[in-house]
């Protein structure tokens, strides 16, 4: 099994900034796809950015410019960079990684970002 551990939420002001982490332990070989999603109260979870083991990055239209997905293979972490935050932005953050091994997405129990105006 597989298990991601978010951290770096919190409270901020709008225009500041955060950084989350997510590190996966347990059986992590072979980690292909890595990405951020986030859910607001009464919305559908999206996604916000993605990346791949060769790098290639997606991210959602609301926050191109703004943030920044990078990943470190060897510590099995994926990170998220959110620069000029919005009140907009608010909602619980999901780290999710796809084990090619186990053909299986994996998923972190949110992290509570909250941008203040």
């Known amino acids: 099994q597989v298990q991601l551990v978010e951290s770096g939420g919190g409270l901020v002001q709008a225009g500041g900034s955060l950084r989350l982490s997510c590190a996966a332990s347990?059986?992590?070989?072979?980690?292909?796809?890595m990405g951020w999603y986030r859910q607001a109260p009464g919305k559908q979870r999206e996604l916000v950015a993605a990346?791949?083991?060769?790098?290639?990055?997606n991210y959602a239209d609301s926050v191109k410019g703004r943030f920044t997905i990078s990943r470190d293979n060897a510590k099995n972490t994926v990170y998220l960079q959110m620069n000029s935050l919005k009140p907009e932005d608010t909602a619980v953050y999901y780290c999710?990684?796809?084990?090619?091994?186990?053909?299986?997405?994996?998923w972190g129990q949110g992290t509570q970002v909250t941008v203040s105006s």
């Open positions: 990346i791949t083991r060769g790098l290639s990055t």
């Open positions: 347990g059986r992590t070989f072979s980690i292909s796809t």
């Open positions: 999710n990684m796809f084990v090619m091994v186990d053909r299986t997405n994996y």
